[in-house]
């Protein structure tokens, strides 16, 4: 990945918010750690998708196991916390199956 070449930002560019805006779109890249689209909280919070077990509100049996419920961008890689979020989720999973042939 080719990341922009580094200059230093002078304080006219900062005063302009146009050459602010074009340092800074020179200057960004991405590090490539999509994460948080689908925040985490209880099923009367407007924006949360997912509840404390990562199921998605008012769907039955299915859950997001994937970096977008990172609450927020690690900052480092982020592969090892999206394993780490997966076999957590898996055991919530395998927990639910094993209560619902309790109950039944
Ligand atoms: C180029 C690159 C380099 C990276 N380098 C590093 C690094 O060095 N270290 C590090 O820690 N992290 C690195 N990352 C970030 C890391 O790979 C991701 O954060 C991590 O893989 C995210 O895991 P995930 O399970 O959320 O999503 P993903 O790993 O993207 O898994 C999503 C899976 O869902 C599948 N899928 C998508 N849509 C559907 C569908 N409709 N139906 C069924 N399956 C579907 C996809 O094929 C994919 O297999 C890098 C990412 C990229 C893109």
Do not use: C
């Amino acid at each position: 990945m080719d990341y922009p070449p580094k200059t230093e930002i002078n304080q006219a560019t900062l005063n302009d918010d146009e050459k602010l805006n074009a340092w800074l779109r020179s200057h960004l890249a991405t590090a490539i750690h999509s994460s948080g689209s689908a925040k985490m909280g209880p099923s009367d919070v407007r924006e949360a998708v997912v509840d404390q077990y990562r199921r998605i509100h008012e769907m039955e049996g299915l859950w997001v196991a994937d970096t977008s419920i990172f609450p927020m961008v690690p900052s480092r890689g982020a592969a090892a916390t999206a394993i780490m979020v997966g076999e957590r989720i898996a055991a919530f999973i395998k927990q639910s199956a094993k209560d619902k042939e309790e109950v039944i």
